[in-house]
């Protein structure tokens, strides 16, 4: 009798059928999101978080892509930065325990993507134009965003490593840090415009005070 649950898929297939799956989510969110109400901010930050935790899983077989660093500098301009460092433990911690592997550097990804939701807050207002998101803008913040989350992860290794191997360390991961930045271009590019007008829907924070918040808290 045929098994379909034995089928080998190669890293190519993979690749397809994780992203046809994330698209299913993301057009299954866009649909439900509609029926809430539009002061429903937490729950609007729950569905992100669960969003972000599916992607990362999805994407876990591909080295260092997966869409958590953008939706978090998303949360970061629409919800402000204290929202937007919640977003990053909960996607962090939840993900590292159910799949990829949960240890000390799971505090240093909850810093690093932290760190990516308060950029997000304290740029908000360059990061659009005329209330649009300059997906360019979202873009080049996010390439960047791939290679200093990684550096911030790799401080990791000082808890057990003597300060004299952090920049081999980082220079051997060069390629994976690429790998994370190219994929933060290709996320911005399909999702940042719809996830962010979803956003827009629930922001409970204006542009303005999007900085000041940082600051308050």
């Given at each position: 009798m045929f098994d379909a649950h034995n089928i080998a898929l190669s890293t190519a297939e993979t690749l397809l059928l994780n992203a046809a799956i994330l698209g299913i989510i993301i057009f299954?969110?866009?649909?439900?999101?509609?029926k809430l109400d539009e002061s429903s901010s937490w729950i609007m930050l729950g569905v992100l978080a669960i969003f972000a935790?599916?992607?990362?899983?999805?994407?876990?077989?591909?080295?260092?892509?997966?869409?958590?660093?953008?939706?978090?500098?998303?949360?970061?301009i629409y919800f402000g930065a204290p929202r937007a460092f919640a977003l990053a433990g909960i996607v962090a911690l939840l993900s590292n325990l159910l799949v990829v592997g949960h240890g000390p550097w799971t505090l240093f990804q909850v810093i690093g993507w932290g760190g990516v939701g308060i950029t997000g807050a304290l740029l908000s207002d360059w990061l659009q134009s005329d209330q649009k998101l300059n997906v360019n803008r979202i873009a080049l913040v996010a390439f960047i965003a791939g290679f200093a989350f990684n550096w911030i992860v790799?401080?990791?290794?000082?808890?057990?490593?003597?300060?004299?191997?952090?920049?081999?360390?980082?220079f051997n991961g060069l390629l994976y840090d690429f790998y994370h930045a190219a994929g933060n271009l290709a996320f911005a590019a399909w999702m940042a415009v719809p996830l962010g007008d979803l956003m827009h829907r629930h922001r409970i924070i204006p542009n303005e005070n999007a900085v000041s918040e940082v600051v308050t808290n």
């Open positions: 299954a969110l866009l649909k439900a999101e509609r935790i599916a992607g990362r899983i999805l994407f876990e077989p591909l080295p260092n892509i997966q869409p958590v660093t953008v939706i978090v500098l998303l949360t970061g790799s401080l990791s290794i000082l808890i057990q490593a003597d300060i004299s191997v952090l920049l081999p360390y980082i």
